[in-house]
């Protein structure tokens, strides 16, 4: 009993304080708990920024705020894929600036990876979710063969892959776990390393902070713009410094078809004196839920999709694309030197207000059973391209969806395991294409059959035909598996 005495005091103080801020109630059921639930509300309290979660109330739920665009916006002209061969030729020059960086130990990998797949319906974190057509390999092992497959094109070359996790659902023990388990997929234990985003307090629809259950508060992570934070909390930013890391090659874990150790992309970073650079493709049409890069007083930012008005998010060039075109994909490159020195007072990012559907407990402390698409709470999460403005040089490259984007978010329709499945067959008999070899397509242009190769097998056409035996021909199945 002596450990629940030393609580006592900080639960006075604590009850104190949410009360003051109009949240007393989280503490309803405190009486019913047992000492160990106790103990975890007490510490998940004590983390509560309550004057923050005051203001985002305020400013994001109670009232109906609009964001507030700056009257120079412009789109953005990233730099286009290139058609010339001059171009070409340029490209082939930052191709060699990004293998020589790579080659020298000088790039890392950092995924993303705190969010569950709980839109899927899938119960683990999202990075287990099986996202091969043929194999159904994960998501983790396919972006681990990846890595796998750069180090041995660049001479055993080390790259680090850190992994960004968050504590919610028990996202970072299942994720530790599960590397643990697949031996960290054939790569150096050594080179894997783990790091967590902070969480925050979700609310409800009325600004009151939601119960997950009796003995906790509903939270989510606090976002991607959360990896900058966590970066210099978890020592992960020594960690690159000590290890002579000068470019971080960042992206999100549910997008299988993403280059990850792009040596163009790399080399265009480097060779343009980038501190922060970015991917981006055209939109598929005015309503595809991407930002979008634009420009405002010699600033790249980048403008979400729900914050563009309906005039600029429909209106065309003279060629009938769309003039706000250059969708942002999370797909990022950055300086470490940018990293060290954004973070180093504080990460001043803003958050922002996401309705979702939030599971929790009612007045009552009965759970809340909610329909399929209702969204009873906010979350408030922070943007890692609200950093764009902070950095010198930003870049931002066009690239080919059907070679990079093909992401797995929903469980049918648009960026689901069907759409991504399909991606990546297309991408693949793209490559038969490039080899003279016939394959079907539906009227839809989609590739008819399943295609399934290892990026320890191929990572393009000329790495594909190496692998194929002289006059072969597509069948409607192809898998390539080391």
Not at 26 to 53: G, N, T, Y
Not at 332 to 353: I, S
Not at 432 to 439: A, G, S
């Amino acid at each position: 009993m002596e450990d629940y005495a030393r609580m006592t005091p900080n639960l006075a103080a604590l009850r104190a304080l949410a009360a003051q801020h109009g949240q007393e109630h989280i503490f309803r059921w405190w009486d019913e708990l047992s000492e160990a639930e106790q103990a975890s509300l007490l510490a998940q309290a004590a983390e509560i920024d309550f004057p923050l979660m005051d203001r985002l109330i305020r400013e994001h739920v109670l009232t109906q705020s609009t964001t507030v665009l700056p009257d120079d916006l412009q789109p953005l002209d990233p730099v286009p894929l290139p058609r010339t061969e001059a171009e070409r030729s340029a490209r082939q020059r930052a191709v060699a600036v990004g293998e020589e960086a790579i080659r020298s130990g000088h790039v890392a990998a950092l995924v993303v990876a705190g969010g569950s797949g709980s839109r899927l319906g899938y119960p683990e974190p999202k990075g287990i979710f099986p996202a091969g057509f043929a194999t159904e390999k994960s998501l983790f092992r396919l972006h681990a063969e990846k890595i796998r497959a750069a180090r041995r094109r660049y001479a055993g070359a080390p790259i680090p892959w850190y992994v960004m996790t968050s504590l919610e659902e028990d996202n970072d023990a299942k994720t530790k776990a599960y590397f643990a388990e697949q031996e960290y997929f054939g790569l150096p234990r050594d080179e894997v390393e783990f790091f967590h985003q902070d969480s925050m307090p979700a609310v409800g629809l009325d600004g009151r902070l939601l119960m997950r259950t009796r003995g906790s508060v509903a939270t989510s992570p606090n976002g991607h713009g959360g990896t900058l934070a966590a970066l210099r909390r978890s020592e992960a930013l020594d960690h690159l410094k000590q290890r002579g890391i000068r470019v971080v090659s960042y992206f999100q874990v549910d997008n299988p078809l993403v280059h990850l150790i792009d040596p163009a992309f790399i080399g265009l970073h480097i060779e343009t004196g980038s501190e922060f650079s970015s991917k981006s493709l055209p939109k598929r049409d005015p309503e595809e839920g991407l930002g979008v890069f634009c420009t405002s007083g010699g600033n790249v930012l980048v403008v979400e999709y729900s914050d563009l008005p309906e005039d600029k998010k429909i209106a065309k060039r003279s060629d009938e694309t769309l003039l706000y075109n250059a969708g942002s994909i999370a797909i990022h490159a950055f300086d470490v030197g940018f990293l060290d020195r954004v973070t180093k007072n504080g990460v001043g990012l803003p958050f922002h207000r996401a309705r979702k559907r939030v599971s929790c407990i009612d007045g009552r402390g009965v759970e809340v059973k909610l329909n399929k698409d209702e969204k009873n709470g906010f979350k408030f999460e922070k943007f890692i391209f609200d950093a764009l403005p902070y950095a010198r040089n930003p870049l931002v490259m066009t690239v080919d969806r059907a070679e990079e984007f093909a992401p797995i978010k929903n469980k049918d329709a648009e960026d689901s395991p069907t759409t991504a499945a399909q991606a990546q067959t297309d991408r693949y008999g793209g490559w038969l294409e490039e080899l003279r070899i016939p394959v079907l397509r539906d009227r839809r242009g989609h590739v008819i059959g399943c295609i399934d190769i290892s990026p320890l097998i191929a990572t393009n056409a000329e790495e594909l035909r190496r692998h194929l035996p002289p006059g072969y021909r597509f069948g409607g199945y192809l898998n390539l598996q080391p």
